[in-house]
Nanobody, 125 residues
């Protein structure tokens, strides 16, 4: 089973930037899709961004234009660059991975992802 570890979270002032990293223990398959999701206390986990095996990216409306997802398969790592952070971005951020060759795969849907990290906290004030 692929293990994922997030890093790069922390506290930042509004308008600041952070870059989150997600390192996978191994890449068994070449057709992975990767995602970033976030969750506030008492709320459901929500989509942030996904990147498909062909490099196609998608973003939720609240982060579009401010966040960028990328991948470096040679390092078994994907990233989330977060710029112009707002207080409403405060949440626990989770990275995720899945094999995205199924016709049932839905980008930006947490239910489509099978492997999850433990999360990294982002606090914006």
């Amino acid at each position: 089973d692929v293990q994922l570890v997030e890093s790069g979270g922390g506290s930042v002032q509004a308008g600041g930037s952070l870059r989150l990293s997600c390192v996978a223990s191994e890449y068994t398959y070449s057709s992975y899709c990767f995602g970033w999701f976030r969750q506030e206390p008492g709320k459901e986990r929500e989509e942030v961004a996904t990147i498909d095996s062909d490099g196609t990216t998608r973003y939720s409306d609240p982060v579009k234009g401010r966040f960028t997802i990328s991948r470096d398969d040679a390092k078994t790592t994907h990233y989330l660059q977060m710029n112009n952070l707002k207080p409403e971005d405060t949440a626990m951020y989770y990275c995720a991975l899945t094999i995205c060759v199924s016709a049932d795969y839905v980008p930006l849907s947490p239910n489509s992802f099978s492997n999850w990290g433990e999360g990294t906290q982002v606090t914006v004030s």
